[in-house]
């Protein structure tokens, strides 16, 4: 077959050779130019422009590019190279208007507002799921792109209209796929190594650059939601009086003082005192001498532990104190004096 004139399209597809070199091997043949193919190519797309090809024609078409990269990765690397500098997408004005371009063309004629599609669409893609390395690409490459206001703006009036996490068995079956999905395994094991090193690395600059922890609103959240919890877990398991704790409270009825004793239920500044007189906003803290280190009692307990317990017990009375309460500590070693603890509980009620 001898063509009338050679084209720099096909020299550059067929052969992988420019204008130049065929010159040079064939000084005498017809050529096109570059300005002449160019303008052939406009008048091409100008006159398909609108029409739709034939499946069959399509599929050809995509079978022929497919064998052409196979057979010649270069070209590949050449086409990828070439869409990735010269993306019109790339730039944030062009990618608003191609999207309007796309809406409104969309609104004309969208397809999928015909049930009859709809059906043979979901019908097709039944069971289809995506290969890690797709998924993973998909991710890189919409990473840091942000989709156009309008887009945005209609996915939510779309969701607030139609929202399948609405009724409640979406959700329990959501949960319980996500449970057995996700349950006892690692990021490397769901995903991969790569995925994994991946996603860890995404999640600690998040978490460094948008700490929601840094936020005071956050942290009163979540202070109070631990109050709420600790509470309860006291209210599950209630809590049993020790022994001097026993004794304090039969002095303090004694007395006739309106002590309660705490068992879990008044939880002031996230702790969890002995006896609590909560309209007098006053604290009586129990405190055994081997579990609170005394110094009296046991001087020869571990420097470095009783050092810490010294100082988280300071803590916990000045946080009361600060707080508004009034706080009376009674030591294990002076209930052996039942009568001067006794006359300390009255003094300091009373003052």
């Known amino acids: 077959m001898r063509f009338k004139r050679i084209s720099p399209s096909h020299l550059r597809c067929k052969h992988n050779i420019t204008m130049e070199e065929y010159r040079k091997m064939y000084p005498n043949a017809k050529l096109e130019s570059e300005k002449t193919s160019s303008l052939r190519g406009k ?89 890690k390395e797709a998924r993973l690409k998909i991710s890189m490459s919409n990473k840091g792109r942000k989709a156009p206001k309008s887009v945005v703006e209609s996915a939510r009036r779309r969701m607030l209209l139609n929202n399948p996490m609405k009724d409640p068995k979406t959700v329990e079956k959501v949960r319980n796929k996500m449970r057995g999905r996700f349950k006892n395994k690692t990021y ?38 631990r109050k709420e919890l600790l509470r309860e877990r006291k209210l599950k398991l209630p809590m049993k009086k020790t022994s001097i704790e026993q004794k304090v409270e039969k002095i303090l009825k004694d007395i006739d003082l309106d002590f309660v004793y705490n068992d879990g239920s008044i939880v002031v500044c996230g702790k969890i005192p002995d006896f609590v007189h909560v309209s007098r906003k006053m604290i009586i803290e129990v405190f055994g001498c081997y579990w609170h280190a005394c110094e009296c009692c046991f001087p020869n307990l571990d420097k470095e532990h009783s050092d810490e317990v010294r100082k988280s017990d300071k803590e916990r009375l000045e946080r009361f104190i600060r707080s508004g309460w009034k706080v009376l500590v009674i030591w294990e070693h002076e209930l052996s004096d039942v009568s001067r603890v006794r006359e300390k509980i009255e003094r300091w009620y009373y003052e």
């Not at 990765?73 to 050449?78: D, G, L, M, R």
């Not at 409104?104 to 995506?130: I, S």
């Not at 600690?204 to 936020?215: C, G, L, S, V, Y």
């Open 188 to 225: 490397e094991e769901l995903y991969g190594e790569e995925v994994a090193r991946w996603m860890r690395e995404i999640r600690r600059i998040k978490m460094t650059t948008n700490n929601p922890m840094k936020r005071p609103e956050a942290r009163r959240k979540v202070s109070l939601k």
């Open 43 to 131: 008048r091409t797309g100008e006159a398909l422009r609108g029409r739709k090809l034939p499946d069959d024609v399509k599929r050809k078409i995509s079978e022929g590019v497919k064998r052409k990269f196979r057979e010649d990765p270069v070209a590949k690397e050449k086409a990828v190279r070439a869409l990735l500098e010269n993306n019109p997408m790339k730039d944030p004005n062009k990618r608003e208007v191609l999207a309007k371009r796309i809406s409104e063309r969309m609104k004309k004629n969208n397809p999928m507002k015909n049930p009859e599609v709809v059906e043979k669409v979901f019908e097709k893609r039944k069971g289809f799921r995506h290969t």
